[in-house]
């Protein structure tokens, strides 16, 4: 959907359409992602269920296999698609995703960098948060799974909003043509301390910055960074005491 400006909004009204990807939802712990083809078939335990049936559908609907067995066809928000993405990395759920959002202070309109990729979990969130005129920039180091995760954008339709860079960001930080432009940076990397100096040159004034790591250790030296970057870059806004929240995945 468009916005009266051009700018794309998220969202998951209207019909189902051939090429359409839908989360077909058997039960609570039972769910996964189709995309629809007017010529496939959906076989489980309930029976088959033809894609063409689905066409023309709204999101939610409830459909019936040739055995009188049914399912629902829900969009895929992110919430959803981080329930049955492919997990090419250990990936961010809701509770966290929601909990980083907030502290990052994320709106519309936002410009977000983010480090790394991987499977693309929060990325999805970010992109809905920032939606409809900001923009997510994520970056991993890894070819291949920046790719996948580009492919997922695009079926999730967040491709609009977010750009996939590949990029080791610990060894050589984000690209200078980001200096002093981005609302918000997240950090989840094995070694963030090494990224922070280079977050902090990203940052605009009064800019958020997170970093999630597992390991207390992690935080630790992480703080350390952030501490010498915060001499070199007072402007920037960065509480120790949200770290807390930071510790664990």
């Not at 923009?135 to 909003?161: C, N, W």
Request: glycine share 10%.
């Amino acid at each position: 959907m468009l916005c009266s400006d051009g700018t794309k909004k998220l969202s998951f009204g209207g019909s189902i359409k051939d090429g359409d990807l839908v989360i077909v939802y058997e039960k609570r712990d039972v769910m996964k992602a189709v995309k629809v083809s007017e010529t496939s078939v959906l076989q489980n335990r309930f029976g088959v269920f033809k894609h063409s049936d689905w066409i023309g559908k709204p999101f939610g609907s409830k459909v019936l296999s040739n055995k009188g067995g049914f399912v629902y066809l829900l969009a895929p928000t992110p919430e959803l698609w981080t329930l049955v993405l492919s997990h090419r990395t250990q990936i961010l759920y809701i509770a966290d995703i929601s909990f980083l959002i907030t502290y990052l202070e994320i709106v519309p309109g936002s410009m977000v960098l983010e480090s790394g990729t991987g499977s693309g979990s929060l990325t999805t969130s970010l992109a809905r948060a920032v939606a409809p005129t900001g923009h997510v920039y994520t970056f991993d180091f890894h070819q291949q799974r920046a790719a996948s995760a580009r492919e997922d954008f695009q079926s999730t339709g967040v491709d609009s909003l977010v750009t996939v860079g590949v990029r080791d960001i610990q060894g050589e930080g984000f690209p200078d043509e980001y200096s002093g432009l981005a609302d918000s940076v997240f950090l989840d990397l094995p070694q963030p301390w090494l990224a922070v100096p280079s977050a902090g040159k990203m940052l605009k004034q009064d800019g958020t910055l997170c970093s999630f790591s597992p390991c207390i250790e992690q935080v630790q030296r992480t703080c350390e960074a952030l501490k010498k970057t915060l001499e070199i870059f007072g402007h920037l806004r960065c509480s120790f005491g949200h770290l807390k929240f930071m510790k664990g995945k």
